[in-house]
């Protein structure tokens, strides 16, 4: 059967072992794309995700396989909440990047009896489709393994095989938002305590072809559950500049609404298009479209992933603009858009990543706070390449003493193309990047 983009996608089949006679399991998929994908996850055969599943204490587990730290721990998959769209790392779990996939446990901690299995997944690329063999078990036999990792075969120590599913469309355009349903024909799956879903990668050309799964869910013989609402929506798209777009997002952090729509976007608006004329090199476009999400799931203060911003509601309560100006400049520098063409760019060092921005930040957006002073307290452990702060206050030095104005855009450019080389701080100014420390060190101590 042809395969739909925007309808039914197929239904895979596979017979349960031990079940009645005709019944088969059958695991029903769908994809939207479009418009059709938005939060609320509707299909026309696969029901819609629930908040509060059969299976309340269910304890999901991996057992095998890295989790991506790009993204949710294991339990957002079974958490009622959804992601409010196509490329929101943090709030689906997902396996690591460039590896097979893994296999993940969930412990319904007694015996159930299981009417239906429903998976989703939402992502813009080869991320959106799901790839798994889902066996079960009711723990009772006397060579079950809980924890079976790769390698071993399930169903030799004491896993049922339910269903293979694989919802890859056949055409070039994998992206979308991917339902699954398994359920039997004639009845329930069975009576089970654990289930085990043995995850596959959707692609190997390139390292990101681990799925983005956003939410399982376990419904027993009863049908019980409760719908999952629909998170009410709180983004302004900002336009601006004549070719600019950011989707400024406050779903998660209702309380931050007033200050970024009234504070914040004001300054994205001005400083983005100030930040892609710094930063500029051969041949190159800066993302026209980009995204500012707040969200109690990402623990640190902001984070950069492509040209999706997340910053943590707690941090921003007390406004903090400049950090989403840092944040700004990495998605400017795309630092990785060398590496797919050129086997050979060099990758780029870490403190010059962070202490670009950090330059930008404290050097150019908001030089009156003096943000990256250093105390003499620093001096002793202090390093050109100490990143943040320190990096941004070496390069400030360097650019101010050798009157290089635009050092950080060479260096920018250099590291957008992988051509960067420690070296070129010798063309630069005629030091090698050691000496600049100490010439650096020396002047700091002599203020301080």
């Known amino acids: 059967m042809r395969l739909s983009r925007l309808g039914l996608l197929g239904i895979a089949c596979i017979v349960l072992a031990g079940a009645v006679a005709r019944a088969e399991v059958k695991a029903t998929f769908e994809r939207n794309t479009g418009d059709q994908a938005t939060a609320e996850f509707k299909f026309k055969l696969v029901p819609a995700p629930v908040k509060a599943d059969s299976a309340p204490d269910a304890k999901f587990s991996i057992v095998d396989g890295e989790r991506d730290e790009n993204g949710g721990e294991i339990g957002v998959i079974h958490d009622g909440k959804l992601p409010t769209e196509a490329d929101q790392p943090e709030a689906n779990f997902f396996f690591n990047a460039g590896t097979e996939g893994g296999r993940i446990v969930a412990d319904l901690g007694s015996v159930v009896e299981i009417k239906q299995i429903n998976s989703y997944s939402w992502h813009t690329d080869t991320r959106a489709p799901q790839v798994y063999k889902l066996y079960a078990s009711d723990g009772t036999s006397k060579d079950f393994n809980a924890a079976p990792r790769t390698g071993t075969d399930p169903a030799t120590v004491g896993w049922k095989l339910v269903a293979d599913v694989n919802t890859k469309p056949t055409e070039a355009d994998v992206g979308g938002q991917y339902g699954v349903s398994i359920a039997d024909t004639e009845g329930n799956l069975g009576k089970f305590r654990y289930l085990l879903f043995d995850v596959s ?248």
């Open 201 to 448: 990668r959707t692609e190997s050309d390139d390292t990101f072809g681990n799925t983005f799964f956003s939410e399982i869910n376990i419904i027993d013989a009863k049908g019980t559950a409760a719908a999952a609402p629909a998170p009410k929506i709180l983004s302004t798209t900002l336009e601006f500049g004549g070719k600019y777009t950011c989707v400024l997002d406050t779903t998660e952090a209702p309380e931050l609404t007033a200050w970024a729509n009234n504070k914040l976007a004001p300054i994205i608006k001005e400083w983005y298009p100030k930040i892609v004329e710094m930063l500029p090199s051969e041949g190159y476009q800066a993302p026209t479209k980009f995204s500012v999400t707040f969200t109690p799931t990402y623990t640190g203060v902001a984070a950069t992933s492509g040209t999706r911003i997340v910053g943590n509601p707690t941090w921003f309560a007390r406004g903090d603009e400049g950090a989403i100006v840092h944040e700004m400049v990495h998605v400017v520098q795309q630092y990785g858009r060398a590496r797919p063409t050129n086997p050979n760019a060099e990758r780029p060092p870490g403190w010059l990543v962070e202490g670009i921005p950090d330059y930008i930040r404290w050097y150019k957006f908001e030089p009156q706070t003096k943000g990256a002073e250093m105390r003499r307290s620093q001096l002793v452990k202090a390093r050109f390449d100490g990143s943040y702060r320190i990096s941004a206050n070496f390069l400030n030095f360097v650019t101010t003493k050798y009157q290089k104005p635009d050092l950080f855009v060479t260096l920018n450019a250099a590291l957008r193309q992988g051509k960067y080389q420690a070296d070129m701080w010798k063309t630069l100014t005629g030091k090698s990047v050691d000496e600049l420390n100490d010439e650096w060190k020396a002047a700091l101590d002599s203020k301080t």
